[in-house]
């Protein structure tokens, strides 16, 4: 069973929304560090939010207004709500899971990794 499955990619015109949702398995604790990156075509994966096990949140500057991440622990799921979308946003997003706090924004911080889900801006 794969620790993280990513879901709520597609296509969307720009100005758009978009919910990602992200099902962890029973290996991932409810008080898990949970965040999202993202990593468009020739890029790095980039840092979009965390949340902590105690609802701490951190923002990646570019998505801050528009994006939030929640979690729903009794699911043991988290989601990333896109708001006003641009083309710039077109990337595939992961899931990442690590079982300790603080604030995780770095993609070598985190143990756990989703297999991605395809978001595509159009202008």
């Known amino acids: 069973q794969v620790p993280l499955v990513e879901s709520g990619g597609g296509l969307v015109q720009a100005g758009g929304s978009l919910t990602l949702s992200c099902g962890a398995s029973?290996?991932?604790?409810?008080?898990?560090?949970m965040g999202w990156f993202r990593q468009a075509p020739g890029k790095e994966r980039d840092f979009v939010a965390s949340?902590?096990?105690?609802?701490?949140?951190y923002y990646a500057d570019p998505v801050k207004g528009r994006f939030t991440i929640s979690r729903d622990n009794a699911r043991n799921t988290v989601y990333l709500q896109m708001t006003s979308l641009t083309p710039e946003d077109t990337a595939v997003y992961y899931c990442?899971?690590?079982?300790?706090?603080?604030?995780?924004?770095?993609?070598?911080?985190?143990?756990?990794w989703g297999q991605g889900t395809q978001v595509t801006v159009s202008s």
């Open positions: 029973g290996r991932i604790v409810s008080w898990a560090t």
């Open positions: 990442a899971a690590v079982q300790t706090g603080g604030q995780k924004t770095r993609a070598n911080e985190y143990d756990y």
């Open positions: 949340i902590g096990g105690r609802g701490n949140i």
